[in-house]
Nanobody, 119 residues
Framework: QVQLVESGGGLVQAGGSLRLSCVAS????????IGWYRQAPGKQRELVAR???????AYADEVKGRFTISRDNAKNTVYLQINSLKPEDTAVYHC?????????????WGQGTQVTVSS
């Protein structure tokens, strides 16, 4: 079982920045990929960014150029730097990790951190 703990959310004005952190209970070396998802009220959870074991990254179109995902394996932590925040970025941001064990993928979720952007 892998525990993921997010932090770094808060209330910020439009145009501001935040850095979210996701700390894993095991070495991030052993995780095949880690992603950040967000869920706004009344909407489905959506992927915003993902980073693979080799460091490859992928972003949702609406966040490209503003969000940056990175990982520090020495700290078992994945970060999401969010710049130029917009009110529509308001959501609960969740960390997700995928781990291949044998022939099966296991996925884990954190409890989320709230990001609120005021206009």
């Amino acid at each position: 079982q892998v525990q993921l703990v997010e932090s770094g959310g808060g209330l910020v004005q439009a145009g501001g920045s935040l850095r979210l952190s996701c700390v894993a209970s095991i070495s991030t070396f052993s995780l095949n990929s880690i992603g950040w998802y967000r869920q706004a009220p009344g909407k489905q959870r959506e992927l915003v960014a993902r980073i693979g074991g080799g460091g490859s990254t992928a972003y949702a179109d609406e966040v490209k150029g503003r969000f940056t995902i990175s990982r520090d394996n020495a700290k078992n932590t994945v970060y999401l730097q969010i710049n130029s925040l917009k009110p529509e970025d308001t959501a609960v941001y969740h960390c997700n990790a995928a781990q291949l064990s044998g022939s099966r993928y296991y996925t884990y979720w954190g409890q989320g951190t709230q990001v609120t952007v005021s206009s």
